[in-house]
């Protein structure tokens, strides 16, 4: 008997390797979490400070340095957000400090192309399977055309960057338009980190490159990849990243400004994507963890996380672990899921 038995953590381990190997279907119980009451407010604020606390003095992980402005942010930022439904904003550390967006802006892009020219346009140019590979991998265009990826990933950024309809001057605009909304605050781009990998983004410009010769987007190849840097290095705190993940938390409206920035039929497929390629490759080792929560990270060191219906969550730390994940935010997150009954594999009555 004993040989049968599973712990509830073993559970939902078990659970969520279902739902990312496609093995299990995913459970009832993971759709019925969002609509009731959530976490009371001492609740949110002891888990915030117990994850600020045990994490402010971990030194594991490396700032990204492939972007020569992102080695010199210092490593020791720590900041954390969570942002309720009725628009309140719990925080800890340094979470009005800047630092820019990286790949986080991607699924906020996703959901503007989305918006503007159906998902289909996603499903059918890029897709929306996870890749298994690193972000900016070019083996992972070359395996289907540029197909069967997704928005996450550099060339699948790129791409829908390029779908994006406009002039230059119009794109921009829309890209910093929906960041702004979702954050409920005009964002202005970090012109050094913008300087800094325009000058060093070779491989980015192949790959829009590539993704241009297989048709995957309409505009002209260098304008795409120069709006996509300009989108990377939007500066952002924690706060924005947690209002930003309770804009999609609530299906589109930001709870702060109560703007409705995104249509909420559109919302399901953004974080099913972030869901099964947030975290890159670390994607299935994350739903271990957190009964895949969805999520999306960026080298830049911020991760954006969404409890669907009960609150977003923001973290900055630049050291990063080998799969391009800040260490401490990916800690925090977990632990705050985790005490706060937020994994939806864990959802046992
Ligand atoms: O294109 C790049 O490489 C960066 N601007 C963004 C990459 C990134 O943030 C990947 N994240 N973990």
């Known amino acids: 008997m004993a040989d049968f038995d599973l712990d509830r953590r073993q559970l939902m381990g078990v659970l969520a390797l279902g739902a990312v190997a496609g093995a299990v279907g995913l459970p009832e119980v993971a759709f019925a979490q969002g609509r009731g009451s959530g976490p009371s407010s001492s609740a949110i604020q002891a888990a915030l400070d117990n994850a600020y606390g045990k994490y402010r003095g971990l030194n594991e992980g490396k700032n990204a340095d492939y972007i020569p402005a992102l080695a010199e942010v210092p490593s020791n930022f720590f900041g954390i957000a969570i942002v309720t439904g009725d628009g309140t904003v719990y925080q800890a550390g340094d979470s009005k400090q800047e630092f820019s967006i990286q790949s986080v802006s991607k699924p906020i892009t996703a959901a503007l192309v989305m918006q503007e020219s159906g998902s289909k346009l996603i499903e059918d140019s890029v897709g929306v399977d996870a890749t298994g590979q690193v972000f900016n991998s070019i083996t992972a265009v070359e395996q289907y055309r540029g197909k069967e990826m ?61 993704m241009s010769a297989y048709e995957r987007f309409p505009s002209d ?8 840097t300009r989108q990377c290095s939007i500066n952002v705190n924690a706060v924005d990243l947690a209002t930003m993940a309770a804009t999609l938390a609530f299906g589109g409206r930001n709870p702060v400004t109560k703007k409705q920035v995104l249509d909420p039929s559109i919302v399901p497929g ?28 960026g080298v830049g060191g911020g991760i954006l996380a969404v409890v669907p219906g009960k609150f977003g969550i923001g973290t900055f730390a630049p050291p990063l672990d080998d799969a391009g994940n800040s260490v401490r935010g990916q800690k925090a997150i977990i632990d705050i899921v985790n005490e706060l009954k937020a994994n939806p594999y864990a959802q046992f009555g």
């Open 150 to 210: 997704n928005p996450l990933v550099n060339p699948g950024a790129i791409a829908t960057v390029g779908n994006v309809k406009g002039t230059p001057d119009e794109v921009w605009n829309k890209i910093i338009g929906i960041h702004s909304d979702m954050a409920g605050r005009q964002l202005q781009v970090n012109q050094p980190v913008y300087q800094s990998e325009a000058a060093t983004n070779q491989r980015n410009r192949a790959i829009g490159a590539l």
């Open 221 to 228: 190849p260098a304008v795409a990849v120069d709006l996509y």
């Open 270 to 297: 953004v974080l099913a994507i972030m869901a099964t390629a947030g975290m890159y490759d670390d994607s299935g080792k994350w739903a271990f963890h957190t009964g895949g929560v969805p999520a999306k990270s």
